[in-house]
Nanobody, 125 residues
Framework: QVQLVESGGGLVQAGGSLRLSCAVS????????MGWFRQAPGKERRFVAA????????YYADSAKGRFTISRDNAKNTVYLQMNSLTPEDTAVYYC??????????????????WGQGTQVTVSS
């Protein structure tokens, strides 16, 4: 059983920054593909960023490129999402996700088997 707990969300003004954290329980965390997704009320869950088990390859939604950075610390079983230059369009619940097996389409939420409870990010204008 893999447990994920997100933290770091909150209220921030447009142009500001937040860093989200996802603490993962699992003895083989270093082998997990980790992703961040977000979902606004009434909207579908959408891919934000992902990082592979080695931390070498990262993937970003077009909306995140140049503003967000995903990273992982395998020693701490933690994945991070640094978000800069935030806009009101970034307002959503952000979810951390994990998959222990090979992922073919990394931006597909159905490729992930484990999810955190989410952390709210609200960006005011």
């Amino acid at each position: 059983q893999v447990q994920l707990v997100e933290s770091g969300g909150g209220l921030v003004q447009a142009g500001g920054s937040l860093r989200l954290s996802c603490a993962v329980s699992g003895r083989t965390f270093s082998t997990y593909t980790m992703g961040w997704f977000r979902q606004a009320p009434g909207k579908e869950r959408r891919f934000v960023a992902a990082i592979n088990w080695g931390g070498i390859s990262t993937y970003y939604a077009d909306s995140a490129k140049g503003r967000f950075t995903i990273s992982r610390d395998n020693a701490k079983n933690t994945v991070y999402l640094q978000m800069n230059s935030l806009t009101p369009e970034d307002t959503a619940v952000y979810y951390c996700a994990a998959q222990t097996r090979t992922i073919v389409t990394i931006q597909n939420p159905y490729e992930y088997d484990y999810w955190g409870q989410g952390t709210q990010v609200t960006v005011s204008s």
